[in-house]
């Protein structure tokens, strides 16, 4: 199974259509959103690019292929624009033998060094996006803790990002 996995698009059309470009260009099975899809939230800048109508038009073209989990910036009214479900606030997976456990990471999860995740089998994967910061690394319970940068609004030194999953592995893909 191929995934692309990404999360914090914020409303910016232009990193929303990179992203889907990159989708097109690497063709996965799925494409997983770890949220914050529409609105820029009142702690970040208005995005050059903002048009969250042209975003939700954009991703619900892709609809059939998008698994997707709530941000802390995605509400009942993104839902409305969008065909294809948002508001769950975790989902679950089962990928090539592994349990994997997909949230925003505003909640739970966010930070690579804490012990705050739900109980998982050593050897599962948590996804999660919200710092806009990319990590690739096991916790010191065994999870595979995985964050796929922001689309939009890198930080931490980072660069507009996602991940690809294939073949066992993540990689870092730039925007």
């Known amino acids: 199974m191929k995934i692309l996995i990404a999360s914090d698009i914020h409303g910016d059309a232009q990193s929303c259509a990179s992203l ?25 800048p208005i995005p050059e690019h903002y048009d969250p109508q042209k975003v939700a038009s954009l991703l619900s073209e892709y609809a059939p292929r998008i698994l997707c989990v709530r941000g802390n910036c995605d509400g009942e009214v993104d839902q409305m624009m969008l065909r294809f479900p948002i508001l769950s606030e975790t989902a679950m997976l089962f990928v090539d033998g592994k349990l994997w456990m997909a949230a925003h990471g505003h909640r739970t999860g966010a930070n690579p060094t804490e012990n705050d995740l739900p109980p998982l089998p050593e050897g599962s994967v948590f996804l999660s996006g919200h710092t806009h910061v990319p990590v690739n690394q096991k916790d010191q319970n065994g999870i595979l803790r995985i964050n796929p ?19 066992g592995s993540f990689t870092l893909v730039h925007i």
Do not use: I, W
Not at 25 to 41: E, I, K, M, T, V
Not at 149 to 167: A, D, H, I, R
């Open 149 to 167: 940068g922001s689309v939009t609004f890198p930080k931490g030194g980072s660069q507009k990002s996602c991940m690809l999953y294939e073949n």
């Open 20 to 44: 889907l470009a990159l989708f097109d260009a690497h063709r996965p099975d799925l494409l997983l959103l770890l949220g914050d899809l529409l609105y820029h939230g009142p702690r970040n």
